[in-house]
């Protein structure tokens, strides 16, 4: 694994990516991560990527590790960004998979990148607009997207000091204790599934990464999630080879808002796993996840649930 990439952009501005997975492989995704993260997300996935001989490209988002920040960015410019890198590596052709928060901006690839070279679109327990409703998010979630975008300074502020002055201490100890504080709240298969080693590990070091620049970055991306997106789900070609996958007990992007999302994604196809959760669904699908999206088009792997 490469995890200290970076290209300087048109604007001047730094985009920071990590390789994982095979490094030569000719089948090549742009991993979009969650939220909070950063691009040493993908280390989650660098075993089975290597395994199935596919190259994951992990792009840090403008302000989280070590991308420049974008001042009043929007969804629809996360396209542009992520189209110069594919020009920079050379990259005629490629995938996108976006996991948690970074569900929004793989749809934004969708609706935007060239259809000649997006080869297909995976959202792994994704984030969908916020009008499909937020029943059975856990309050702290609903809070935090609703204050984002009416008090995104102030949000900001609280991040930093709770998060990004912990990852800024030179106790490392500091920010992995605050972190267990925050997970060991988790619902039981994804609390399970953190407390892995494997898992912990890359968990606190991704976010610990994300937070290094302080709070606003994040606050300015909850204000993106929590407001109306900038583009519409029915504007998407549904010829691109769009998959979404997600646990039925979900608790950070409810279930409910996937399927909703498939019923404006008509070309879409939605595979459910009945009793997982936001985390655990990710670990356990990896495999199948990569497989479906190596092949280029949707495959019914799981019981769908429409």
């Not at 190259?55 to 840090?60: F, S, W, Y």
């Not at 856990?138 to 949000?155: D, E, K, N, Q, Y």
């Not at 900038?230 to 950070?252: A, V």
């Not at 409810?254 to 796993?273: D, N, S, T, W, Y």
């Amino acid at each position: 694994m490469q995890e200290s990439e970076a290209i300087t952009l048109a604007d001047g501005r730094t985009l920071a990516y990590a390789i994982y997975g095979s490094s030569s492989s000719s089948t090549t995704a742009f991993y979009f991560h969650g939220y909070p993260s950063s691009r040493i997300e993908g280390r989650l996935w660098h075993d089975t990527a290597q395994k199935m001989d596919i190259r994951l490209i992990a792009v840090d988002r403008p302000g989280f590790g070590n991308s420049s920040f974008q001042p009043n960015r929007k969804l629809l410019d996360w396209p542009t960004d992520v189209l110069a890198l594919a020009n920079h590596l050379g990259l005629e052709k490629f995938y996108v998979l976006g996991t948690s928060g970074g569900g929004p901006y793989a749809l934004a690839c969708a609706h935007e990148l060239p259809k000649d070279r997006l080869l297909g679109v995976s959202i792994v327990s994704g984030l969908y607009p916020w009008a499909l409703g937020t029943s059975g998010m856990m309050m702290r979630s609903r809070i935090m997207f609703w204050v984002a975008p009416w008090m995104t300074g102030l949000f900001g502020m609280i991040l930093d000091s709770q998060l990004g002055q912990a990852t800024r201490d030179p106790d490392p100890k500091v920010f992995e204790d605050l972190m267990w504080k925050d997970l060991e709240t988790r619902p039981g298969k994804d609390l399970d599934t953190i407390k892995l080693e494997e898992i912990s590990g890359p968990f606190i070091a991704m976010t610990r990464e994300a937070m290094k620049q302080g709070g606003y970055a994040s606050a300015w991306e909850g204000r993106l999630f929590g407001w109306y997106w900038d583009f519409d789900l029915e504007d998407i070609d549904q010829s691109i080879p769009l998959t979404l996958w997600h646990g039925t007990d979900d608790k950070n992007t409810p279930f409910r808002m996937a399927k909703e999302a498939k019923e404006m994604l008509p070309g879409a196809v939605l595979h459910a796993q009945d009793g997982e959760q936001h985390i655990s669904y990710v670990v356990k699908k990896s495999e199948e996840i990569l497989r479906n999206l190596w092949n280029g088009k949707p495959r019914h792997l799981d019981r769908r649930l429409l």
